[in-house]
C-alpha cells in the first residue's frame, strides 16, 4: 500500500475541488464523515489479471483558513504479469491523480502542496 497527501491552498473555489474528487472517478463509492469525505474504488488491471483498490479521503476541516487536505491511497493486488511489481504500478496511480490534480489547481489558481508519507 502507499499514500501520498496534497495540501490544497486558495482564496476561492476550494469547494470545487471537492467537485473535482467527485469527477476523478466517478463510479467511485462514498462515504462521509464529519469533517470530509472517502470516495472508494476498484481499479482492475486486466494486464496484471488484479485489482487495486484506490481510496481518495478529503479533509475538509481546515477549509476556513482556506485550506483542503487530500489523502490518495492505493494498495492491493500482486506483482502481476511481466515483472512489473506491485510498487511500480501503485505509484502509477498517484502520479496520475498527481498530475490532474495540479492541472486543475493551475486552471483555478490554486496551490497544491505536496506532501509525502
Not at 19 to 31: L, P
Not at 37 to 65: Q, T, W
Not at 92 to 109: V, Y
Amino acid at each position: 500500500m502507499k499514500s501520498q497527501f496534497f495540501k490544497i491552498q486558495g482564496e476561492e473555489k476550494l469547494e470545487k475541488v471537492s467537485d473535482f474528487v467527485r469527477e476523478y472517478h466517478q463510479q467511485a463509492h462514498e462515504s462521509n464523515f464529519e469533517g470530509g469525505f472517502l470516495r472508494v474504488y476498484e481499479d482492475y488491471s486486466f494486464l496484471m489479471g488484479n485489482d487495486l483498490v484506490v481510496c481518495i479521503r478529503v479533509d475538509l476541516n481546515e477549509v476556513k483558513d482556506n485550506k483542503i487536505v487530500i489523502e490518495f491511497i492505493v494498495g492491493g493486488g500482486s506483482s502481476g504479469l511481466f515483472g512489473r511489481n506491485l510498487l511500480t504500478r501503485n505509484n502509477s496511480r498517484i502520479s496520475h491523480f498527481k498530475d490532474r490534480l495540479r492541472d486543475f489547481c493551475a486552471a483555478n489558481n490554486l496551490l497544491v502542496v505536496e506532501q509525502s508519507n
